[in-house]
């Protein structure tokens, strides 16, 4: 990368990584999952979850249903509030509980909700240790574990969004009993690889994270798009008082330029929500996983370079076993999604073993954002999901 787009990532990156002084209160739009979901009428259950490396993650039950349980994972940058921000009308979390079923969100290390460990704090560098293949090998395991002691039941169902649809197949190729406590997957917009990703600044960024990485590193920052930022906190200040909507509009801008968001599709409403509880936060590492993943051809393990004989005992990272998701799978996703690209999904479709349907949306504009924050959610995603659940669930 030449040195002046390094330099304008880093100050990009680094504006979305600064903590601000104080966080929001927890008033109106502000509220955290469980504030919100009440709020909407809802009854919310809040568990701790124990890694087998010592993360403590944040898990909700929402709803009273019983039966067979439902696990939601989000995607990048998220945390389980993208289940609920688009409201009771289109919010997949408020319509899959509406429906009946025992739903469970995860939040995954690093995010707002599980920014806890036994023995780190989040200030140890030690704690951003991780990227999107610790989230596959040790928090997946960890929730659905969990989630099958609390309920007694054998199998739940898995829904993931992005990169908590592939941090699923990870589980399956490297532990793949799993895959035998999983009824179905429906995958949406799942991320694999992301050689077709076709965003100009999400490609800016992730790449840009292979240079502006050691650099952030070096100076103390192993954390990035960290929630209650003072850019986070100044636009969801303004875009919170009605003569100032103009706040709300550069949020949204901002958005379209790294989702390609479908604009029309994003109420307002949801936008002043939103604004305040995305991005969520992970590590630089992450990051540079993903950028890593635009440049690969396979869905492979994180790229140590020359430590990769030492941990991997090959020059290369290892491939994903894809045989081993030997689950039925639903994949959900968008003709014209900038982030995670058709073709890479369908190219991941084709080395699965039981795929039950590969569903595009209808809407030809469809974006990544929309799966989570269109407000046509209920109407072109949830009936496709409600009837894969219904199926499986008892």
Not at 45 to 54: A, K, N, P
Not at 94 to 114: F, P
Not at 257 to 276: C, D, F, G, N
Request: glycine share 8%; hydrophobic share 40%.
């Amino acid at each position: 990368m030449q040195p002046g787009r390094t330099l304008l990532v880093l100050v990009l990156v680094s504006a979305c990584s600064i903590p601000a002084a104080r966080q929001h209160s927890s008033n109106g739009v502000t509220l955290n999952f469980t504030e919100a979901v009440a709020r909407n009428g809802y009854q919310s259950e809040t568990h701790s979850v124990l890694t087998e490396d010592g993360y403590l993650l944040t898990l909700f039950r929402l709803g009273k249903n019983r039966g067979t349980p439902t696990l939601l994972v989000h995607g990048l940058l998220q945390s389980a509030d993208c289940w609920i921000d688009s409201g009771p009308d289109a919010g997949l979390g408020y319509l899959i509980a509406a429906a009946g079923y025992d739903l469970w969100l995860g939040n995954v290390r690093g995010n707002y909700y599980s920014r806890a460990h036994t023995h780190l704090r989040p200030e140890d560098p030690a704690f951003w240790d991780f990227s999107t293949d610790e989230i596959g090998l040790y928090d997946v395991p960890a929730m659905v574990d969990y989630v099958l002691q609390q309920t007694g039941a054998k199998k739940l169902n898995y829904i993931g969004f992005s990169q908590g649809a592939g941090a699923l197949f990870m589980t399956c190729s490297e532990r793949s009993h799993y895959c035998s406590k999983v009824n179905v997957i429906i995958a949406l917009s799942p991320s694999m690889r992301h050689k077709n990703t076709r965003s100009p600044l999400f490609r800016l960024v992730t790449e840009g994270s292979l240079d502006y990485g050691p650099i952030l590193r070096s100076v103390g920052i192993h954390e990035v798009f960290t929630r209650g930022t003072l850019t986070q906190e100044i636009l969801s200040f303004f875009c919170n008082i009605p003569e100032l909507i103009i706040f709300c509009t550069i949020f949204k801008e901002m958005l379209d330029a790294v989702y390609q968001l479908h604009k029309p599709m994003v109420t307002e409403e949801t936008i002043r929500t939103l604004v305040t509880h995305f991005p969520s936060g992970t590590s630089v590492k992450n990051m540079v996983r993903f950028g890593q993943a635009m440049k690969n051809e396979e869905f492979i393990k994180f790229d140590y370079g020359e430590e990769n004989l030492q941990r991997y005992g090959s020059v290369l990272p290892p491939k994903y076993n894809f045989e081993a998701v030997n689950v039925p799978v639903v994949a959900i996703y968008g003709k014209n999604d900038g982030i995670v690209d058709i073709k890479d999904v369908e190219w991941g479709l084709q080395k699965l073993p039981v795929v039950l349907e590969s569903y595009v949306i209808k809407d030809p504009h469809w974006s990544h954002l929309d799966m989570n924050y269109s407000k046509n959610t209920k109407r072109l995603v949830f009936p496709k999901i409600n009837k894969y659940l219904s199926m499986f669930s008892l």
